[in-house]
Every structure is written in C-alpha cells, then in structure tokens.
C-alpha cells in the first residue's frame, strides 16, 4: 500500500443496456449502442488490521446484503512470473460462501498487474462489496437514505434484473485495487489531466481480460466497457488479442499481462457518447420476472447464421442501419433540445397531456416520429430474427407488451434490451410525472395468460442513464440498511 494514499479507497461502476445491437456486437463488423445505468457496483478497500510483526497473507472479501456471501483468500507470487496465485481458504465459519470465479479471478489478476507495476509486498486487505438495489428483484421500498439493502438471501438465490452485474463488479474490484496498491501518479480516477484517460484505458483492457477468464470465454465486452466509461457506441475488440496471454501460473504471465494492458493495440472502438437523452427524455428499464437462458439463445442464433449465411447477413444490415440511424436520430433530437429549450418542453407538455389530436410527426421538429418509426424497424428485423433462428428473441409475450406500452402517449417505443428473451423490456419515454404515472397504472394491469412464459409481475426499475462510467468512491460512508 502507498503510505500516501488513504487508509481506505473504493470505486463504483454502473450497470447497462444494450439499447441496439443485441446479437450484433459479437461481430466486429458491427455495433452496439450502450447506454450506461445508474445502477452501481460498488468496491471498498480497507488495510487488515495486524498485531506487530506478524504478517498475512490473507485478503477477506464480504458482501453483506447477502447471506453465506465471505470469501477468504490466501495469494503468493508464483516464481518465474507466473502471476500471483489466489487459493480459497476452507473454515469452519457458517459465512463462508460458495466459490465466486469473478472474485477470485478479478483478485488474481489485479494482484498480478499490480506485482508487474510495482513489485514488493502485498499488503493484506479487507474488501466489501455493495450493489444498488436495482441490480436484483428482491428490492426494497422501505431502505435508508443512503443505506444499501439487506436482501436477506443467499447471493444465488438473488433474481438478477440483468443490468451486468458481473462486469460492473469486476471493473468496481479491479479499480478499487488499483487505487489502493498504486500511487496516484500511476493509476488515479481523479487527475483532471489526459492521464485519467489513459487511467480508464488500462482499467478497461485489465477488467476485460479479468472479465473474459473469469466467464471462461471471450464476450463482446460491450458491458465492461460501459461500466468503464458511460454510455457509448461499440465496436468489439478482435478475440485474438487475448490468445497469447495463457494462464496465471503459466510462466511469463506477470509480463504479457503488462504489456496486454499497457502496450497492445487493442482495436476496441468506443466513442463516448456525452448526451444520449436530453432532459426531457429518458430511458424506463421494466424487470419482467421471467427469466431467460441468455447462453443457449446466442449458441442457437449464432448457429443458425452459421447455416443460413445469406439469411443472416441480410437481416443483421438491415438491423445495422436501423440501429446506427437511432443513434444519429437520437443525437439529432438531444441538439434539437439544445438549441429550442422552449419549443421543447412545450412539446413535452403536449404529449404527456395526452391529447389524441397532436401530430406526432411534428412533435420535436419530427424527431419524435422518427425515433419511433427507427424502433419499429428494428423490433420487426428483431422479430423476423427470432422467427428464422427459432429463438425467441421478441417473443409473443414480450412483443405485446411492447406494443401495450408504445400505444400510450408519451411512449416514444421500446425494445428487448441485449439478447432479448423474457426477463426485460427497456421503454424510450418523455419524462413526464403523467406519462409514468400511464405507464405504471398500464403495467399493473396487464397479464398475459396460457404460457409458460408468462410474466407473474413487470416491475419498473428505478435506473436512469448514467453517463459517468468508472467513479472514484473514497471518500463515501457506505451503510447497510435494513
């Protein structure tokens, strides 16, 4: 640990969706637009107490809204520069949770860049990890100001909201070990100078590698890099960029780890997005409790545009151009706001009134329309997706859901966020208290009967766009609440 540094340091990282490209961002031939949530995972790094002259090497990691949620790690240096290796400790403690290959595997990693960047000994540390309460269903209405949630529960028995709590937790861990272990003229969220930027760059290609071993493969990284960096437009890194790092133990890892962090050319293409929605506008994230197998859904779409090359190529352009052309409509409609502040909000009046007379197509200079009409077309290439894998992307249930919600004024549309399937809709609406308040009332009384699938509740969730990315948390009280 730096002495100069402060006795305790964390870091938080917000969830995301995949506002368009679902499917699409595993190609590097196309895009994704993330739009960042302000939904955290937050890391708190604190020095372990010892007695003097005794050493540990032990690192405790506790995540207390959760039952059974402690993991107690010992780590050594592997000779050869083979990385810094984390072996769980068994006990007798009932809190002692299951194995956490995120945990453990954004620990290794961290401690092995860090021994890379700075050699010497690895202090002992207690680490806790908090979340927002959207990041699961079992929120609570009645939680402190300010507190986080006890969620009472064991961590696998907690029902994800899918908003990319493993991303943001391994980019939150791999920072908040940053900021502890490291000076601050190596690594620091908080230099105002273009070394922030190079800061989150470092940050970004550690937690992705850390991310991608942890899932034992390699994703597209559209979550990691919104839990970096904020809202943005995606384009993949090439797999291949990892295929020479090997494994921690392997010799040589400390130094191919530093120079994939440092000195490879990763070919990612992320353009920070500052203004998605305008005042004015927001995005209405809807946790639909019923889940989906997100893993078997992208194997069956990936193998039928295997077998269906043609098929598949013409329907990912069309999805390509409407996906891009609700990016620029929707940059076009936050400069219009900019420029017509008055003219603006008064539409916005307009259209939460409810008044069936008003001309959509006129509504913000026409951008309302075509925002809606841009989602329409890529729902119904979403649709005929689903229909010719066989995989339901957009399926029945969701789609009249969809549709139930576009029908209300001052719903611009919406759309499966990602991967699609059951558990989510992702709503574009004027952020109005009457429009919510339409939307609310329409979602507790709709039901859909005779499948399977049928959602039990739609529940709005409390997210908004956070454009910040990757913060810096020092100097927070963290609380649990009830």
Known sequence: MDPTKPHTVAASAPGKVLLAGGYLVLDRKYEGLVVGLDARIHVQVQPMPTSDGVELSEIIVRSPQFRNAEWRYGYRLIEGDGGVEITQLKGTSPLLGPKNPFVETALSYALSYISA????????????????????????????????????????????TGLGSSAALVTAFTAALLLFYLPPETFSLLDPSTSQLKAKDVLH???????????????????????????CNYRRFSPSILDQLGQVGSFGFLQRLQSLVQEEPWDTEIIKLPTIFPTGVRIVMCDVDCGSQTVGMVKKVLAWRQNDADEAERIWTTLQESNK?????????????????????????????????????????????????????????????SDKSNVPIEPVEQQRLLDACSALPGV????VPGAG????????????????????DKLASLGTEGSANSP?????????????GIQDESTRDYTLGR
Not at 456 to 468: F, M, N, P, Y
């Open 325 to 385: 052309a609700l990016t620029f409509d929707l940059i076009y409609l936050a400069e219009y706001a900019k420029l017509n502040p008055s003219a603006f909000k008064q539409d916005l009046e307009s259209i939460a009134s409810g008044d069936a007379s008003i001309d959509k197509k006129k509504v913000w200079n026409g951008h309302y329309a075509n925002i809606a009409t841009t989602i329409q077309k890529i729902r119904s290439a979403i649709r005929e997706m």
């Open 412 to 415: 611009i549309g919406g759309v």
């Open 421 to 440: 399937g059951y558990d989510a809709i992702v709503l574009l609406v004027a952020d109005h208290e009457l429009v919510m308040k339409r939307l609310e």
């Open 117 to 160: 960047v700075k050699p010497g000994l690895i202090a002992p540390i207690s680490i806790t990890i908090f979340a927002d309460d959207d990041y699961y269903s079992q929120s609570n209405p009645n939680r402190i100001k300010d507190a986080f949630t006890d969620f009472k529960v064991p961590l696998h028995e907690a029902h994800k």
């Open 456 to 468: 039990t509740r739609v529940r709005i969730l409390g997210v908004k766009e956070d454009k910040g």
């Open 205 to 231: 290609n550690l937690a992705q590698a850390s991310h991608c071993a942890a899932q034992g493969k390699v994703g597209s990284g559209f979550d990691v890099a919104a839990a970096v960096y904020g809202s």
